[in-house]
């Protein structure tokens, strides 16, 4: 497994952008699959942006295509996502993930999880 430690959360305004890391201890490229996730009150943890470990396609929720970016510095061993034009729906805990095995990139698929970063955006 890897350990992984989120940071950069925080407070901003709608149309406001934000930018995650996760910083990762152990390789993260031997993980097959990393991502981001987020889970808002009452609400079940869904999948935000995700790609396969040192590969360049990435998937992004409808909900957030266009307005952010993942990435994946294998130098720094870090996990980045880049959150643009932020609306109040945005806000959630955050949390990066990496797993040995990806089929559909569910949750469920990921063994090792960060403790989480909060974003608020208020309108």
């Known amino acids: 497994q890897v350990r992984l430690v989120e940071s950069g959360g925080g407070s901003v305004q709608a149309g406001g952008s934000l930018r995650l890391s996760c910083a990762a201890s152990?390789?993260?490229?031997?993980?097959?699959?990393v991502g981001w996730f987020r889970q808002a009150p009452g609400k079940e943890r869904e999948r935000v942006a995700v790609?396969?470990?040192?590969?360049?396609?990435?998937y992004y929720a409808d909900s957030v295509k266009g307005r952010f970016t993942i990435s994946q510095d294998t130098v720094a061993n870090t996990l980045r996502l880049q959150m643009n034009s932020l609306k109040p729906e945005d806000t959630a805990m955050y949390y990066c993930?990496?797993?040995?095995?990806?089929?559909?990139?569910?949750?469920?698929?990921?063994?090792?999880w960060g403790q989480g970063t909060q974003v608020t955006v208020s309108s």
């Open positions: 993930a990496a797993s040995s095995y990806c089929a559909t990139f569910a949750p469920t698929e990921f063994n090792s």
């Open positions: 152990g390789n993260i490229v031997s993980a097959k699959c």
């Open positions: 790609k396969y470990s040192g590969g360049r396609f990435a």
